[in-house]
């Protein structure tokens, strides 16, 4: 007999491993279809809460981005008139949406807003109660915000604890930062660490607007020790 025909004849009597897995899963299915029906549902249900979890908080996001634009605008376009105008989105973020990607930063300009206005001890509960923002240049701007608080109500030591840890970690690194600070360390006699903190500016931030000012700054420093 020719191996030719041997070889169908083997092929029927033995399916291909395709076939045999096929009638495997199929006999697995018959067996405990009940299981399969209750995972399928399972399955379907926790994809729908995901999707309609997912539809939620985008359109939450996106109803409190508007809120946070229409403030923002209104700061832009009224820069000295605008807190109330400004400070309604900001409250309906702030009690709606605190949650949302915007939360954090309608914070931040809520507490600015009262800086602004004067209402220093209002402003530092703000920044205090921001507490999703955990790193990055938002953070880095409340602990600003802070440390100016504190040096408008004469606490220059606390000032200078929040501007020399900024100063460190070299996460914020700007000229406001450095006049805070030389401003601090006058406030507080410190004229010597003043100086030092005036020269990094100057040589660090060369074409800053308030180098002038910083110039002007060390020579009555140095002035006043030479006299």
């Known amino acids: 007999m020719s191996k030719g ?3 169908v004849r083997r092929e029927l009597r033995e399916p ?3 076939v045999k897995t096929t009638y495997s899963a199929v006999d697995y299915i018959n067996k405990h279809r009940k299981l399969i029906s209750i995972a399928a549902v399972i399955l379907v249900t926790i994809s729908v809460t995901a999707i309609g979890g997912f539809w939620y908080i985008s359109d939450r996001n996106e109803k409190a981005q508007a809120l946070l634009n229409q403030a ?3 700061i832009e376009q009224q820069p000295d008139t605008a807190a109330a105008k400004t400070s309604a989105p900001l409250k309906t973020i702030l009690k709606s949406y605190n949650n949302t990607v915007v939360g954090p930063v309608a914070g931040y300009l809520s507490a600015n807003l009262k800086y602004r206005a004067g209402d220093l001890n209002d402003a530092a509960k703000i920044y205090r109660n921001i507490e999703k923002v955990k790193a990055g240049h938002l953070h880095d701007l409340e602990l600003m915000g ?3 608080i504190n040096f408008q109500q004469q606490k220059y030591s606390d000032a200078i604890a929040v501007l020399e ?3 460190t970690e070299q996460s914020f690194i700007n000229e406001d930062l450095y006049l805070l600070l030389g401003l601090s360390y006058e406030k507080s006699g410190q004229p010597e660490k ?3 903190t005036y020269e990094n ?3 660090l931030l060369k074409n800053s607007v308030f180098t002038p000012w910083a110039q002007e700054r060390l020579i009555a420093l140095k002035n006043h020790a030479v006299s």
């Open 5 to 7: 025909k041997i070889s």
């Open 16 to 18: 291909d491993a395709f």
């Open 72 to 74: 923002v605008l209104t």
């Open 146 to 148: 802070t440390a100016a």
């Open 165 to 167: 840890k900024l100063q």
């Open 194 to 196: 003043a100086v030092a």
């Open 201 to 203: 500016m100057i040589q």
